[in-house]
């Protein structure tokens, strides 16, 4: 009982990398509606990204992500890159990365999952249906309900 009351109350841990700060904002609006404590580290940038999961730089004291919230089209390193470093990384590989796009190409969705993405999401035009997508997104890969 103790443990799963632990378990619980154990913060999550997102790694949201995307560069467009109002996407930022909702996407912290949308957890704000979580059931568990949610702590959010952004980066702006593919290189930020890596620099957050390896400790690097400013980063020196960064957490290591419950989850990883992707955008593909990043500056200074592409998405895609991020995934495939993250995957490659036996530090790393375990975390879920879920890919937030704004890309509906199936190549996109193709290369995503070819680099061993976990998940493909869209990005909702809707803040109600973007509301849905990080609930989904808690509930499957984070156990929140």
């Given at each position: 009982?103790?443990?799963?009351?632990?378990?619980?109350?154990?913060?999550?841990?997102?790694?949201?990398?995307?560069?467009?700060?109002?996407?930022?904002?909702?996407?912290?609006?949308?957890?704000?509606?979580?059931?568990?404590?949610?702590?959010?580290?952004?980066?702006?940038?593919?290189?930020?990204?890596?620099?957050?999961?390896?400790?690097?730089?400013?980063?020196?004291?960064?957490?290591?992500?419950?989850?990883?919230?992707?955008?593909?089209?990043?500056?200074?390193?592409?998405?895609?890159?991020?995934?495939?470093?993250?995957?490659?990384?036996?530090?790393?590989?375990?975390?879920p990365v879920i890919v937030l796009s704004g890309s509906s190409l199936d190549e996109d969705i193709r290369k995503a999952y070819d680099s061993h993405a976990n998940f493909y999401?869209?990005?909702?035009?809707?803040?109600?249906?973007?509301?849905?997508?990080?609930?989904?997104?808690?509930?499957?890969?984070?156990?929140?309900?």
């Amino acid at each position: 009982m103790t443990s799963l009351t632990l378990k619980e109350h154990k913060t999550i841990k997102v790694l949201l990398v995307e560069d467009n700060m109002p996407d930022v904002v909702l996407i912290k609006e949308a957890f704000k509606e979580s059931k568990r404590n949610v702590q959010i580290v952004v980066a702006k940038d593919g290189q930020e990204a890596m620099d957050c999961l390896k400790g690097n730089g400013h980063f020196a004291l960064c957490f290591r992500p419950d989850i990883i919230l992707l955008d593909l089209n990043i500056p200074k390193k592409s998405g895609l890159e991020v995934l495939n470093e993250i995957k490659s990384d036996a530090a790393l590989r375990e975390v879920p990365v879920i890919v937030l796009s704004g890309s509906s190409l199936d190549e996109d969705i193709r290369k995503a999952y070819d680099s061993h993405a976990n998940f493909y999401i869209i990005k909702p035009q809707d803040l109600e249906q973007l509301f849905m997508a990080i609930h989904y997104v808690e509930k499957t890969w984070l156990g929140v309900s």
